[in-house]
């Protein structure tokens, strides 16, 4: 099913409301603006299938010193923010012409990228958008970048693709580099026959049931996901939830390229459950206990790696079997959600586990 189509059957379910405006005034024919799609009642405070599945088309790739950028596109849907813990829903506004997406990542080891992301649009009358994409994350597509955009109607436009410095920490080939900013130059047309016909996927009985769809295969772009359990390095240590994220905790020895120290490396992986999405840009702290005395309290450092993705970690001076490690979850992550991953990765509580 497409967009039109779903428009004109006045699909809802409860919880859910069509609007209609007229986009006349933006130079192409649309009768109806795509307010709130249907949305669950009762949902899960944790990863679930949404109503529907927004389709997605692919405006093009570009390459730009050692940075490969993606730009996509989708008509405009609905999310949620996140600042710090508390959550707010975007809705569609009146003008809102396309969710415009990018994807960013290193060409050398296809590491993607958790940097901030600005577009400038323009087209032959000059610019008419400027905005930073905001982090987000959705069921078909995973971590990426999007935001719903206002055009002034169909046609060619030229779209920069503005990234600033990496500002995590990074192990060997990533460490040194990016540390300025760069940017790509691609153009895409704006159709609203091509957009606003992508497939729509309803769920039906799977609805609002704990679970997510396998993420989309786009061949150009590396997949926004961390390694399996058995992928990690060192010793797995423990696998726990919070929030509905599992984190997958471990120990790596005398391993040069997490630190310069000789003593133990603890890396904690967190990821969604069900497709393993990376989940960049929380704040996390460890506390180590030996015999009801606190022997080490920090913060886990958030890194990049191309092997592990984004991790965060710490070093140890060592570790013994019956010590006590807790992983508190300071700040959870900041990235926008779409419909299926809203109600997750919001309460996370700590995860406490005896060394064995």
């Known amino acids: 099913m497409n967009r039109r189509t ?23 024919e649309t009768q109806s603006a795509w307010r709130d799609p249907p949305l ?82 323009s087209n032959s009358d000059g610019q008419v958008s400027s905005t930073n994409l905001w982090p987000m994350i959705s069921p078909n597509m995973g971590f990426h970048y999007g935001d719903n955009i206002a055009l002034p109607g169909e046609g060619q436009y030229d779209v920069t693709l503005q990234v600033g410095p990496l500002q995590t920490a990074r192990t060997d080939p990533l460490e ?73 905790v471990a120990l790596v020895d005398g391993d040069h390229r997490f630190s310069d120290t000789e003593g133990p490396f603890l890396i904690v992986s967190p990821r969604t459950p069900y497709n393993r999405v990376m989940l960049p840009r929380m704040a996390l702290s460890a506390t180590l206990e030996r015999g009801g005395d606190t022997i080490t309290q920090g913060t886990l450092q958030a890194s990049l790696d191309p092997n592990l993705g984004s991790f965060y970690g710490m070093g140890l001076d060592e570790l013994k079997t019956g010590d006590t490690v807790r992983i508190t979850v300071e700040t959870p992550p900041q990235l926008a959600r779409h419909d299926g991953y809203e109600t997750a990765f919001l309460d996370m509580e700590p995860i406490e586990f005896a060394v064995e």
Request: charged share 20%; hydrophobic share 40%.
């Open 40 to 121: 669950v009642e009762d949902r899960p405070a944790a990863v679930y299938y949404p109503a529907i599945i927004e389709g997605m088309g692919m405006y093009g790739t570009k390459t730009a010193g050692d940075i490969g950028f993606a730009l996509m596109h989708s008509f405009p849907h609905r999310f949620w923010n996140l600042t710090g813990s508390r959550k707010t829903k975007v809705v569609v506004q009146s003008d809102d012409s396309v969710h415009l997406m990018a994807s960013v990542w290193d060409t050398e080891t296809e590491t993607i990228l958790p940097v901030d992301v600005s577009v400038e649009i």
């Open 176 to 248: 040194g580099r990016f540390t300025r900013g760069q940017s790509a130059t691609m153009q895409f047309t704006f159709d609203t026959d091509e957009t606003y016909n992508l497939e729509i996927r309803r769920l039906g009985e799977k609805a609002g049931t704990r679970g997510t769809v396998d993420l989309m295969d786009m061949e150009m772009i590396p997949e926004p996901v961390v390694p399996t359990k058995s992928e990690l390095p060192g010793r797995l240590l423990h696998e726990g939830q919070s929030g509905d994220a599992t984190m997958l």
């Open 6 to 28: 779903f428009l004109r059957q006045g699909a809802a379910l409860s919880g859910g409301l069509l609007l209609s405006g007229c986009l006349g005034r933006l130079g192409f």
